[in-house]
C-alpha cells in the first residue's frame, strides 16, 4: 500500500498536471496574501489572522482519484484532511499591513507628483525644448541608477540567503518575480526618456538638428520635384499640408501622447512602434507640403 501510494504521489508531482494544480494553487494564494495586506479583494482563501496558506486541495483530491483508479478503492474512504498548507505566519501580520498601505498609497501617487512636478518645471522654464530634453534625460539616468543598484541588491540577497534556503535557483527566481514589473517599468522609462531627449534635440536650433532637418527638407524636394514632372501632384492635400503643416504635426504628436497614456502596460518596443509612428507620420507630412511647394513654385512649373 505504501509503494502504491509513493507512486502515484511521485507521478503526480513530475507530472503536467502538477505544475497546473500548482500555479493555479498559487494564484489563489496571492490574492489571499494581497487581501491580507491591504484589506482588499476577496480574501476567504488562506487567510487566518497572522497566518497564511496554501489551498492544495484540488491536488490531494487528484491523488484519491489516481489511486482509486490504480485499483485501490479504499482511497475513496480517505476522509477530509488539512489542505492548507502554511506558507508564512507572522505577529507582525498588522504592521506589515500598515506598511504595505503605505507603500500602495506612495507607489500610486509618487509617479503621478512626479510628471505634475516635471511638467510644471518644463512649463515654468525659459527655454522649454532644453528643459524638456533635460527632464527626460534626467528621468532615464535616473531609472538607471535604480536598475544598476538592483543588480547589486539581488547579488548581495543571494549570498546571504538563511542555512534553511536549499536552492538558491528558487531564491533567485522569487526575487526576480517580485520585481518583474518595476524591473519592466524601470526599462520602459529609460527607453521613453532617452526617446523624448533626442526628440526635443532634433527639433532644437543646433547646428546638427538643423542640418538634419535641412537635408530632410531638401529631399522631400527633390522627391516632390520629380513626381510633378512624372505628372504626380499632391493636390490640396499638399498646399493644405504646407499651410498647416506645425499643427498637424502637433497634433499627431498629440494624439499617440494621449494613446501612450491610456496603453496598459507599455514597453521599450511599445515607446519604439509609437515613435516609428511618429516618424513615418511626419515623413508623409513632409512629402505632403514638399509637393504643395513643388505645386506653388514657378521654376518646377516651368521644368
Known amino acids: ?142 531609472c538607471l541608477v535604480v536598475v544598476i543598484a538592483l543588480v547589486f541588491v539581488r547579488r548581495y540577497y543571494l549570498d546571504h540567503l538563511p542555512a534553511a534556503v536549499q536552492s538558491d535557483a528558487a531564491a533567485a527566481a522569487v526575487f526576480d518575480t517580485l520585481l518583474r514589473f518595476l524591473k519592466a517599468a524601470l526599462r520602459t522609462t529609460i527607453v521613453l526618456g532617452a526617446v523624448v531627449a533626442l526628440g526635443a534635440y532634433l527639433i532644437g536650433p543646433g547646428r546638427l538638428p538643423v542640418a538634419i532637418r535641412r537635408a530632410c527638407d531638401r529631399t522631400a524636394d527633390s522627391l516632390a520635384t520629380w513626381a510633378y514632372r512624372h505628372e504626380i501632384r499632391a493636390g490640396r492635400a499638399g498646399a493644405w499640408a504646407q499651410a498647416h503643416r506645425r499643427s498637424i504635426a502637433l497634433s499627431a504628436l498629440a494624439v499617440l501622447a494621449f494613446v501612450f497614456a491610456v496603453w496598459n502596460r507599455p514597453t521599450p518596443l511599445t515607446i519604439l512602434a509609437f515613435a516609428l509612428v511618429l516618424l513615418g507620420t511626419l515623413t508623409v507630412l513632409a512629402l505632403l507640403a514638399a509637393g504643395g511647394r513643388a505645386e506653388a513654385s514657378p521654376a518646377t512649373r516651368e521644368g
Open 1 to 142: 500500500m505504501d509503494g502504491a501510494v509513493k507512486q502515484v504521489v511521485t507521478r503526480i508531482v513530475h507530472s503536467g498536471a502538477f505544475d497546473t494544480v500548482w500555479r493555479n494553487a498559487n494564484e489563489q494564494a496571492h490574492s489571499a496574501v494581497v487581501h491580507a495586506l491591504t484589506g482588499e479583494g476577496r480574501g476567504a482563501v488562506g487567510v487566518a489572522g497572522g497566518t497564511v496558506t496554501l489551498d492544495v486541495g484540488t491536488l490531494v483530491e487528484q491523488v484519491k482519484k489516481e489511486l482509486v483508479n490504480a485499483g485501490l478503492s479504499p482511497a475513496e474512504k480517505i476522509p477530509q484532511v488539512d489542505k492548507q498548507l502554511v506558507l508564512f505566519q507572522s505577529e507582525q501580520l498588522e504592521k506589515i499591513r500598515d506598511g504595505a498601505h503605505l507603500l500602495d498609497v506612495v507607489g500610486y501617487w509618487l509617479p503621478v507628483l512626479t510628471v505634475i512636478i516635471g511638467a510644471a518645471g518644463v512649463l515654468i522654464a525659459r527655454r522649454h525644448r532644453r528643459a524638456l530634453a533635460w527632464t527626460a534625460l534626467g528621468a532615464a539616468v535616473a
